[in-house]
């Protein structure tokens, strides 16, 4: 009986384990099927109710740099990122220092608040800050669009950095205050270097997440601050006709670009840092 029962458990398992590796395999499938579909149409001369197209061409491409001026939008791009990026260190740094180093009254509050804009959908606090925004005259400008993105960059980077910076031993801290260093000597020769693996880690990531964020930059943003992924929604949405390989193809360009970014920022970034925290050895 007891073998029985455990050859029906055996048999219950792998059939559950078949189904969850059947339910992924096919949701990257139809995922795969998806990204291909629009690579091949980005390349199509015209593709109508056949399984390959007739011809292929690069001339899209071409199009679609034209026709939405896709080098200005990826130069505001990169000036939002890179700003985006060197603010969020600036701020997140010292805060996560602050935050592993610091024992104060309502520390448990302010981690809250700091990790808030992470929980919470970016559309649920975009529109009333768009709104303030809006009244400051700041929204539809570069600086809009750069201060909305620092709401969710700057608690990222104070999660990224904390389990960091409690890795570093205060002793090393102590020890170049009894040589005669200052605060900003501490911070700049001592601790700078050895978070610089980790403030990489960090800017990477908002590199990547400033790329991809949507919400927060389409409610803020105006006709010479646009960043690509809000050109690309005006290009699908926008009134007007368009060729839908042209669509696709500053589609595959956006891809692109945030696949470079995200494959650079893993080569530096071990994904486990991100949700554990190595004990300190005493």
Partial sequence: ???????????????????????????VLNLFALIAAVGVNSFATRWLGTWFPPGYT????????DEFQLGDVLLVTMEVVLAVVVL???????????????????????????????????????????????????????TGV?????????????LVMTPFIEQIDPKLESAARVFGANTPRVFLHVLVPLLAPGMLAAGLLVLVRTVAMFEL????????????????????????VRAGQSVDA???????????????????????QLVTRVKKTS
């Fill in 146 to 158: 750069i201060l909305a993105n620092l709401v969710p960059t700057v608690p990222f980077v104070i």
């Fill in 58 to 65: 690069t001339r899209w491409y071409f199009s679609a740099w």
């Fill in 88 to 142: 969020s260190l600036l701020i997140g740094v010292p805060a996560a220092y602050a935050l592993a180093r610091r024992e104060f009254a309502g520390k448990r509050l302010v981690t809250l608040l700091f990790v808030l804009p992470l929980l919470v959908p970016p559309i649920t606090y975009g529109i009333p800050m768009a709104t303030v925004l809006y009244q400051l005259h700041l929204a539809g400008t570069m």
């Fill in 250 to 272: 500053m589609a595959m360009i956006y891809m692109a670009t945030t696949l470079v970014w995200l494959f650079i920022a893993l080569r530096f970034v071990d994904p486990t």
């Fill in 217 to 240: 930059t389409f409610l803020t943003a105006g006709p010479s601050s646009q960043t690509l992924v809000v050109a690309l929604y005006y290009s699908v949405f926008a009134a007007g």
């Fill in 1 to 27: 009986m007891a073998s029985n029962a455990m050859r029906g458990n055996n048999l219950m398992s792998k059939a559950w384990n078949s189904l969850v590796w059947l339910t992924i395999g096919f949701f």
